[in-house]
């Protein structure tokens, strides 16, 4: 594996350092994240939750080169990403960066394998065969590559979409409720393809999830309200995402219970 999946130095795949992002102004200002600062382990599979509104979607967009906040830093590995000019970011976003999208996002007219190909292709590189048969394996799709987007089940479409982020070997993938449009079983099947490819391949993973069974695969669960980080789980169960859920719901502003200061 690349220095671009699992590092060995120690050092985090992404990280944020004060991170605010705010929408509008005067009476009507927003602020989406609000002093954010934290790291994103490199060959770990970390959850973001948090309450509609909480700011987790916003912290994705800007890990990801998607969004740019109002104040503080957003890295990629030693890559400052606020520091970067539209050509650089658009090489970042497609050398360094996979997704995977509730929509999945696959091109109706090609194949399963010309769908995960794609972003090789239009950044003009040649898969390496064996880590192209590597990822195939892992997402068990070397029977339906032939096969269009109409002729796959969702949760084929999604395996699809999963070793497309792989393919290219990035430093992190992204993944916005990627069992959003799934029944449980075909949920199941890509969060333990998610799981595998952090596992067996030191991928790194940064799922957005309103799901305690989806979170419950992750190495990792950070909680998010009213733009701040407020708590987080290491191995976490199902059982302990709801509970830390359901006290957030109770609580007041950035998950400070009533009455607290």
């Not at 305690?212 to 789980?233: K, M």
């Amino acid at each position: 594996m690349t220095e671009t999946a699992l590092r060995e130095d120690g050092a985090p795949a992404a990280r944020v350092r004060h991170l605010t992002k705010t929408y509008g102004s005067g009476a009507a200002l927003v602020t989406a994240l609000d002093d954010v600062s934290l790291d994103l382990g490199a060959g770990e599979f970390t959850a973001v939750m948090g309450p509609s509104g909480s700011g987790k979607s916003t912290l994705m967009h800007c890990c990801a080169a998607l969004d740019t906040g109002t104040s503080g830093s957003v890295f990629i590995g030693e890559q400052d990403l606020t520091s970067l000019k539209d050509k650089a970011l658009t090489r970042l976003r497609r050398d360094e960066i996979g997704f995977v999208f509730q929509s999945y996002n696959l091109v109706p007219t090609l194949s399963a394998e010309e769908n995960i190909l794609l972003p090789l292709a239009i950044a003009g590189r040649r898969p390496d065969p064996e880590w192209y048969a590597s990822v195939i394996a892992t997402v068990g799709l070397g029977d339906r590559l032939k096969h269009k987007p109409n002729e796959l089940s969702g949760g084929q479409q999604q395996r699809v979409a999963v070793a497309r982020a792989l393919v290219s070997r990035p430093t992190i993938v992204f993944a916005d409720e990627p069992t959003g449009n799934l029944d449980s079983r075909s949920g199941a099947e890509v969060l333990e393809l998610l799981r595998r490819s952090v596992t067996e391949h030191g991928q790194t993973i940064v799922m957005v999830t309103h799901d305690p069974v989806a979170a419950a695969y992750t190495d990792r669960v950070v909680f998010l309200a009213d733009g701040r980080v407020v708590d987080e789980l290491r191995a976490p169960s199902r059982e302990q995402v709801l509970a830390i859920m359901a006290r957030m719901a109770d609580a007041g502003p950035a998950g400070s219970t009533p009455g607290e200061a």
